[in-house]
């Protein structure tokens, strides 16, 4: 499954490609830094949504075209009068894409090709990997803006890369550098530009051969845990899922006989 929709010549609504249990959705208005424009959140919205429904499926890659990840969302349509029907950033769309992609049900990781600014930052960091190109660079310039910034961007930015991390990015607008990036935590791995695509697709290699139950499971506890809402119910119902599956048997079969498991989801 794939496909990419038309948006005049500034270059296209996101495109989806699904390969093996690998979907990937790409940001593609490279000549604008890959920004964010209603019609791509709304894209975004129905692309996760979808995605959600496939059970054939166990990473979700997101990435971007060209020579940056993305530039957030679109500034000049900040705070201006919308026509009926109209969507913009402060309509909650992309908080709820953020939101979206932060508790989608897969494994999900940000192949972030190149800088990344603005909203988009807290797009990566909904991702659960972050694997980004040497010579990067990020900056959040809400308060250069005179935006105060979403209540769901700001809690991942203090529970993901800590309380002084968000303040210096937040109340400063400084901008950083990969190296940077990766000692706050907001970045895993920083590779040479040509290393991203096999990086990416080795650790996407690496959470498919794993339990998919187990996975889902704990990535929705863990990420519970850390916004402090815990589902006590459904985290001993997930356990015990796992427990009864025939993923847990093929997983002590396959440790006893030294071998790899071959893992189904059931």
Known sequence: MSGAEMSGDDGTLPILAVEGFKATIRLNRPKQHN?????????????????????????????????????????GSIGKAKAPGSQSASDGAFERVTDQVENFRLPTICALNGGVYGGATDLALACDFRIGVAGSQMFMPAARLGIHYYRGGLRRYVTRLGLGAAKKLFLTAQTIDADEMRRIGYLDEVVPAAELAARVAALAEQIGALAPLAVTGMKRALNQIAAGTLDLAALQAASAACMASADLQEGLAAFAEKRRPVFHGH
């Open 35 to 75: 920004r964010l424009e209603a019609a791509d959140l709304a894209a975004l919205e129905r692309l996760l949504a979808g995605l959600e429904q496939r059970d054939d499926l166990r990473v979700l890659i997101l990435t971007g075209t060209g020579r940056s990840f993305c530039s957030g969302y679109h500034i």
